[in-house]
């Protein structure tokens, strides 16, 4: 469970406060420390490389520090909170991260120092993320063997667009904002089936 690992790690919100026992943030409470100018290079540095991944910058900053042998339970960040696509930026020592799908496929992806992941469409929407807590990760050399690589301090900064509305993609089994307004619809159709038997049970009794 998110909130249960959140006590095993440091870990600081600018701009909205992550909950990590509902996977989301108070949208309507944020926080007085917005994201630090020194981030602000962020988007630029990306335009220069012809990766234009945001078109709004983000308002959400979540840094977390992982001591060798703490992880993060998998997860999908909700739909309804935040936007396509949310960044992390990794600093310190490497780590292994993994993607899993529900049909059974996993993915390990390894993080280098100073790299910078980049969490759109499936990989946002669909596939869950985590890294496992152990103290050592198995990773690919240049020459196509693996090794062993001992974890060190490692620190993330993840950024987000807190989302204003509902979330509108395709991604249904996954998605909170279709399972809640499929729910509601569901509601509806059987209140107005109800209403439709009552009306005409009892227009039939005063005929």
């Not at 959140?6 to 949208?27: A, Q, S, T």
């Not at 020459?143 to 001992?150: D, E, Q, S």
């Not at 950024?159 to 993609?169: M, S």
């Amino acid at each position: 469970v998110l909130g249960q690992s959140l006590k095993l790690r440091k870990v600081k919100h600018f701009g909205y406060e992550f909950h990590y026992d509902i996977n989301n943030v108070h949208k309507d409470s944020p926080l007085t420390q917005n994201i630090p100018e020194e981030c602000s290079i962020l988007l630029p540095r990306l335009k220069e490389r012809n990766c234009n991944v945001m078109s709004l910058p983000p308002d959400q900053l979540t840094v977390n520090q992982y001591q060798p042998g703490q992880g993060i339970p998998s997860h999908v960040d909700t739909h309804s909170a935040f936007e396509d696509p949310i960044l992390s930026l990794s600093l310190g020592a490497p780590v292994v991260m993994e993607f899993k799908y529900q049909e059974g496929r996993n993915v390990p992806v390894y993080l280098p120092q100073r790299s910078l992941l980049i969490m759109s469409g499936e990989s946002r929407y669909l596939w869950s993320h985590g890294i496992s807590p152990r103290k050592t990760d198995i990773v690919p050399t240049p020459c196509g063997t693996l090794t062993v690589h001992n974890r060190g301090i490692r620190t993330s900064f993840t950024f987000r667009r807190v989302r204003r509305g509902e979330c509108d993609c395709n991604y249904y089994d996954q998605c909170d904002s279709y399972q809640r307004n499929k729910t509601l619809s569901g509601r509806n159709s059987e209140s107005n089936k109800i209403a439709a038997e009552l009306e005409a049970h009892h227009v039939l009794q005063v005929s």
